[in-house]
């Protein structure tokens, strides 16, 4: 079988492609649909949005069912469980745990993607690939935290660790710390990093845990959900862009 | 030199010649889960040069990635215990095991101190054989591919990936019917200033199938969000939590009936210690063996160390290539027991060792000084996970005190000060003199388990028989029979109709949880002994009234199985009883199979069975397993 469009990365945006598109291959690499979300925590701050076509309504009334948007807040973590549930209600089917190895390409002009999955190695045949994934420029580690005294643990770690920024993290006594990362770190390497600066100072914060994935700034031109802070908008962008193909 | 991968489903082969390593080590570990992370260690620790491979960022495995951060039996003793002390305990944040993060940290810190090179978002695409021998692996870090060549190469991918490579006889899942048992996807969340991390309990699904591992993870995603009304959300796991893989066939085996009946291994690598349970709650369908134990003589929570021979994680005939973690050389009943987080700790940790001295010596796994490595793992505090060998009863004091009352006893004196409540593990003995006077309780499993273990069974028969005749309750009467049928005495059929006739919702109570149903008990019972006279009574159970009947809906508040409540266990266990009672007595008699098919198929033509079990929608977990119970019946 050949596909029309394989998409490189799920997430918003690439779901928002694909529901244009009929014939439409989405693949990821870790076993989450939503690994810019929810696996980076780029952002607590819900940006208002209003969806603009009728499938962004759907996604934004399972948000909304969900709760997942408040008070100009936004349950980041809990944005895996949204997609999931929009997936699943209209029949997409993305390959998770699916690891590009080598993509060439035919005479005929069909791509020839070499992968990896549970299953083995195979190969997805596909007239147009689409990265949605982007390398992260300047990247950061989010480091969620739990303090009944707010202004003091930011104070302290806002000096314990440069160029860093906090916000409050959907839940009352939960925020948010969005660290830079040099590197040379790995993200096992990165959380040792953190939570060897943090147990040696005295810093009235525990950490509740540490995003798996390092998170950052993306180009402006990348097609991925790390350009945007709001994923219906990530979504719905993901439609223009199939719409603007046709 | 060959080069194999498996591609599209295959095995595919082809020549290799002037490979060039990019890199060599003594031990490369694929796989930085729990088993790996240890076995890398150790090895490192013991003078051999180490490479770990981790295909994802984030190390640990389904401890750290998968959230499953407590312990649940494995064994005690080993490097592990180092780090689970420095591990921060929040007794007021953390309900249950120790931060899954700070215990990452702590691993990370390991391998770093200890030196073992680790690359992440590195996978293996292919190995490196000289016949038998693997001599390294192809992989894959993101960007480019490289070669690595290793003395010894350790799949401790959980899920056998790298066998799955090699031209070892592997099998999938379970005898009957090739299913694993249920994957889950654990979330956490707080609730009252205390972090839970709970399971899913996902259904089965073939996780090789790439379609369906990831169908199914998306699904159980989405049911997650339920996690939302429980109180602070935190996350999902990181990895599905897969429980079985495939086994192999290895040079050694650890199989569920060498396990049950105390078989001498040889060579062992270490002891884990675990009970002998198997998630989901399909009993109809698992093997007679199993049954015995587990269902009709209710001993699900009965634990035992269990000896790992060390030929068990070598494919057969092959060299330089072992297996670390779940994935070894065993029956589906055993794997179930011998994946504990701990075990995988110490399991690693021995493995560890093991490699380290084979390569120093210049030699295979099974051809280094035993003598000495044991002497290392037991100084390591490795190797036998702290229960001496035997059975163990692992519940409440006051079952266990009730118990001791029950034989006659009175409870050993160091537990005087214990509460009611509180967890004991005591050792059990299958005698069947003293434990007769269980069967006039309500936890009779250890007697009628130690009746069928009996040597003379044709004696104990007769003893079980003439207790049957002459009982002077009810229920001692009934477990008589049931420990009568269980030896498979066809003189216990009238009785265990009288049960199925009689039919209640009464629970043997040995258990903390997983209690079986008497009823359904005997209905498995009549399956193997009855004769067509049963059928019409076990059709009658069939019927769409039978869910009318009060005994599917008074299930007392203190039952416990895993505390779902979107399945009316009851009904469940009845329902797939009688299925497989049926199949069997028609199998045994001859008759047809097609015509059973058809049965069936008009019984449950309408679907309403799914609904008597549970109100849970289709794509749920709990629908699905019953839907995909009913079309294994008509359609076998």
């Given at each position: 079988m050949i596909y029309d469009t394989l998409l490189i990365g799920c997430g918003f945006l690439a779901t928002g492609y694909a529901t244009q598109k009929k014939n439409t291959c989405i693949v990821e690499e870790h076993q989450m649909c939503d690994s810019a979300f929810t696996l980076t925590l780029p952002s607590f701050q819900y940006t208002p949005y209003a969806p603009k076509t009728a499938e962004g309504e759907c996604l934004f009334a399972i948000f909304r069912s969900l709760s997942l948007f408040s008070e100009g807040q936004?349950?980041?973590?809990?944005?895996e469980c949204a997609l999931s549930k929009y997936l699943i209600e209209k029949e997409i089917r993305p390959i998770l745990k699916c690891r590009v190895i080598e993509i060439t390409e035919r005479e005929d002009g069909i791509f020839k993607v070499l992968v990896q999955t549970n299953g083995g190695l195979d190969t997805i045949l596909a007239k147009k690939v689409l990265h949605t994934t982007s390398r992260v420029k300047k990247k950061h580690m989010t480091v969620l935290f739990v303090s009944e005294d707010y202004p003091s643990a930011k104070s302290t770690l806002l000096s314990l660790f440069p160029d860093s920024y906090t916000e409050s993290a959907f839940y009352d006594g939960r925020y948010a710390l969005h660290i830079p990362i040099a590197n040379e770190y790995d993200e096992n390497t990165a959380k040792v990093y953190i939570y060897k600066k943090w147990n040696e100072a005295t810093v009235p914060a525990k950490i509740l845990y540490i995003a798996p994935l390092f998170c950052g700034v993306v180009s402006e031109e990348a097609f991925s959900d790390l350009r945007f802070t709001n994923p219906i908008e990530a979504f719905e962008y993901g439609i223009t862009l199939a719409k603007e193909e046709k | 030199m060959q080069y194999t991968r498996l591609y599209q489903g295959s095995l595919c082969k082809e020549e290799a010649s002037s490979v060039h390593f990019d890199l060599r080590c003594d031990v490369l570990v694929v796989g930085a889960g729990c088993a790996g992370i240890y076995c890398a260690d150790s090895a490192k620790r013991e003078g051999a040069d180490v490479i770990l491979l981790e295909i994802g960022e984030n190390i640990g495995g389904m401890f750290a990635c998968g959230?499953?951060?407590?312990?649940?039996y494995g064994g005690e003793g080993g490097a592990y215990l180092f780090d689970d002390e420095k591990t921060e305990r929040d007794h007021i944040f953390v309900r249950n095991g120790s931060h899954w993060e700070q215990r990452q940290i702590h691993m990370t810190e390991r391998l770093t101190e200890s030196g073992v090179r680790l690359l992440t978002s590195c996978s293996v695409l292919g190995l490196y054989l000289d016949g038998c021998r693997v001599l390294g692996v192809r992989a894959f870090d993101g960007k480019k591919t490289l070669n690595i060549g290793a003395t010894f190469t350790v799949d401790?991918?959980?899920?056998?990936h790298l066998v799955r490579m090699t031209d070892a006889k592997i099998r999938y899942g379970r005898e009957s019917d090739g299913r694993f048992v249920p994957f889950t996807v654990r979330g956490q969340y707080v609730s009252d200033g205390v972090l839970t991390s709970c399971n899913t309990d996902s259904g089965t699904m073939n996780h090789y199938d790439s379609d369906a591992f990831s169908y199914y993870t998306i699904l159980s995603h989405a049911n997650a969000s339920s996690l939302l009304k429980k109180g602070e959300f935190v996350n999902l796991g990181l990895?599905?939590?897969?429980?079985e893989g495939l086994t192999y066939e290895g040079e050694d085996c650890v199989r569920y009936e060498d396990i049950l009946y105390e078989k001498e291994q040889q060579r062992v690598l270490f002891y884990a210690y675990s009970d002998l349970d198997r998630h989901g709650a399909d009993r109809a369908s698992e093997a007679e063996l199993f049954q015995n134990f587990w269902v009709i003589s209710n001993l699900s929570t009965v634990t035992i160390p269990i000896g790992v021979p060390m030929g068990a994680l070598i494919p057969k005939g092959m060299e330089g290539f072992v297996t670390a973690g779940r994935c070894l050389s065993c029956d589906t009943y055993s794997q179930s027991a011998i994946r504990m987080n701990r075990d995988m700790f110490r399991m690693g940790e021995c493995l560890g060792v093991a490699l380290a001295m084979a390569t120093k010596a210049g030699v295979e796994l099974l051809q280094i000084d035993y003598d000495v490595y044991l002497e290392k793992v037991k100084s390591r505090g490795a190797f036998d996970g702290g229960h001496p060998k035997g059975f163990y009863f692992d519940n409440s004091y006051s079952a266990y005190k009730k118990r001791m009352q029950s034989l006659g006893k009175e409870p050993d004196a160091k537990y005087a000060h214990y509460n009611p409540t509180d967890h004991v593990i005591v050792p059990l003995h299958f005698s069947v003199e003293e434990n007769l006077?269980?069967?006039?309780?309500?936890?009779?499993g250890v007697a009628i388990w130690s009746c069928f273990r009996a040597p003379d069974k044709k004696g104990v028969s007769e003893k079980v028989y003439s207790l049957l005749c002459c009982a002077d309750t009810t229920l001692y009467r009934y477990n008589c029979a049931i420990a009568l049928g269980l030896l498979g005495d066809v003189r216990a059929v009238p009785t265990l109709r009288e049960i199925v006739e009689n039919r209640d919702c009464f629970f043997f109570t040995e258990n903390r949880r997983s209690n079986q149903f008497r009823s359904a008990i005997a209905i498995c019972l009549l399956g193997r002994l009855g004769g067509m006279d049963e059928l019409p009574l076990l059709f009658e159970l069939l019927e769409k009234k039978e869910i009318e009947r009060e005994m599917y809906h008074t299930l007392q508040p203190n039952y416990l199985y895993y505390g779902s409540p979107d399945k009316n266990f009851v009904y469940y266990a009845i329902l797939t009883h009688t299925c497989a009672s049926i199949r069997k007595i028609y199998a045994r008699h001859g008759l047809s199979s097609d015509e059973l098919k058809t049965k069936f198929k008009r019984i449950f033509h309408d679907g309403s069975h799914i609904s008597f079990v549970t109100n849970t929608a289709p794509g749920e977990n709990v629908y699905e397993a019953i839907t995909s119970f009913i079309r294994s019946v008509c359609t076998f």
């Amino acid at each position: 079988m050949i596909y029309d469009t394989l998409l490189i990365g799920c997430g918003f945006l690439a779901t928002g492609y694909a529901t244009q598109k009929k014939n439409t291959c989405i693949v990821e690499e870790h076993q989450m649909c939503d690994s810019a979300f929810t696996l980076t925590l780029p952002s607590f701050q819900y940006t208002p949005y209003a969806p603009k076509t009728a499938e962004g309504e759907c996604l934004f009334a399972i948000f909304r069912s969900l709760s997942l948007f408040s008070e100009g807040q936004q349950n980041t973590s809990a944005f895996e469980c949204a997609l999931s549930k929009y997936l699943i209600e209209k029949e997409i089917r993305p390959i998770l745990k699916c690891r590009v190895i080598e993509i060439t390409e035919r005479e005929d002009g069909i791509f020839k993607v070499l992968v990896q999955t549970n299953g083995g190695l195979d190969t997805i045949l596909a007239k147009k690939v689409l990265h949605t994934t982007s390398r992260v420029k300047k990247k950061h580690m989010t480091v969620l935290f739990v303090s009944e005294d707010y202004p003091s643990a930011k104070s302290t770690l806002l000096s314990l660790f440069p160029d860093s920024y906090t916000e409050s993290a959907f839940y009352d006594g939960r925020y948010a710390l969005h660290i830079p990362i040099a590197n040379e770190y790995d993200e096992n390497t990165a959380k040792v990093y953190i939570y060897k600066k943090w147990n040696e100072a005295t810093v009235p914060a525990k950490i509740l845990y540490i995003a798996p994935l390092f998170c950052g700034v993306v180009s402006e031109e990348a097609f991925s959900d790390l350009r945007f802070t709001n994923p219906i908008e990530a979504f719905e962008y993901g439609i223009t862009l199939a719409k603007e193909e046709k | 030199m060959q080069y194999t991968r498996l591609y599209q489903g295959s095995l595919c082969k082809e020549e290799a010649s002037s490979v060039h390593f990019d890199l060599r080590c003594d031990v490369l570990v694929v796989g930085a889960g729990c088993a790996g992370i240890y076995c890398a260690d150790s090895a490192k620790r013991e003078g051999a040069d180490v490479i770990l491979l981790e295909i994802g960022e984030n190390i640990g495995g389904m401890f750290a990635c998968g959230n499953v951060t407590g312990y649940y039996y494995g064994g005690e003793g080993g490097a592990y215990l180092f780090d689970d002390e420095k591990t921060e305990r929040d007794h007021i944040f953390v309900r249950n095991g120790s931060h899954w993060e700070q215990r990452q940290i702590h691993m990370t810190e390991r391998l770093t101190e200890s030196g073992v090179r680790l690359l992440t978002s590195c996978s293996v695409l292919g190995l490196y054989l000289d016949g038998c021998r693997v001599l390294g692996v192809r992989a894959f870090d993101g960007k480019k591919t490289l070669n690595i060549g290793a003395t010894f190469t350790v799949d401790a991918t959980s899920d056998g990936h790298l066998v799955r490579m090699t031209d070892a006889k592997i099998r999938y899942g379970r005898e009957s019917d090739g299913r694993f048992v249920p994957f889950t996807v654990r979330g956490q969340y707080v609730s009252d200033g205390v972090l839970t991390s709970c399971n899913t309990d996902s259904g089965t699904m073939n996780h090789y199938d790439s379609d369906a591992f990831s169908y199914y993870t998306i699904l159980s995603h989405a049911n997650a969000s339920s996690l939302l009304k429980k109180g602070e959300f935190v996350n999902l796991g990181l990895h599905t939590g897969v429980r079985e893989g495939l086994t192999y066939e290895g040079e050694d085996c650890v199989r569920y009936e060498d396990i049950l009946y105390e078989k001498e291994q040889q060579r062992v690598l270490f002891y884990a210690y675990s009970d002998l349970d198997r998630h989901g709650a399909d009993r109809a369908s698992e093997a007679e063996l199993f049954q015995n134990f587990w269902v009709i003589s209710n001993l699900s929570t009965v634990t035992i160390p269990i000896g790992v021979p060390m030929g068990a994680l070598i494919p057969k005939g092959m060299e330089g290539f072992v297996t670390a973690g779940r994935c070894l050389s065993c029956d589906t009943y055993s794997q179930s027991a011998i994946r504990m987080n701990r075990d995988m700790f110490r399991m690693g940790e021995c493995l560890g060792v093991a490699l380290a001295m084979a390569t120093k010596a210049g030699v295979e796994l099974l051809q280094i000084d035993y003598d000495v490595y044991l002497e290392k793992v037991k100084s390591r505090g490795a190797f036998d996970g702290g229960h001496p060998k035997g059975f163990y009863f692992d519940n409440s004091y006051s079952a266990y005190k009730k118990r001791m009352q029950s034989l006659g006893k009175e409870p050993d004196a160091k537990y005087a000060h214990y509460n009611p409540t509180d967890h004991v593990i005591v050792p059990l003995h299958f005698s069947v003199e003293e434990n007769l006077p269980l069967l006039r309780t309500d936890a009779p499993g250890v007697a009628i388990w130690s009746c069928f273990r009996a040597p003379d069974k044709k004696g104990v028969s007769e003893k079980v028989y003439s207790l049957l005749c002459c009982a002077d309750t009810t229920l001692y009467r009934y477990n008589c029979a049931i420990a009568l049928g269980l030896l498979g005495d066809v003189r216990a059929v009238p009785t265990l109709r009288e049960i199925v006739e009689n039919r209640d919702c009464f629970f043997f109570t040995e258990n903390r949880r997983s209690n079986q149903f008497r009823s359904a008990i005997a209905i498995c019972l009549l399956g193997r002994l009855g004769g067509m006279d049963e059928l019409p009574l076990l059709f009658e159970l069939l019927e769409k009234k039978e869910i009318e009947r009060e005994m599917y809906h008074t299930l007392q508040p203190n039952y416990l199985y895993y505390g779902s409540p979107d399945k009316n266990f009851v009904y469940y266990a009845i329902l797939t009883h009688t299925c497989a009672s049926i199949r069997k007595i028609y199998a045994r008699h001859g008759l047809s199979s097609d015509e059973l098919k058809t049965k069936f198929k008009r019984i449950f033509h309408d679907g309403s069975h799914i609904s008597f079990v549970t109100n849970t929608a289709p794509g749920e977990n709990v629908y699905e397993a019953i839907t995909s119970f009913i079309r294994s019946v008509c359609t076998f």
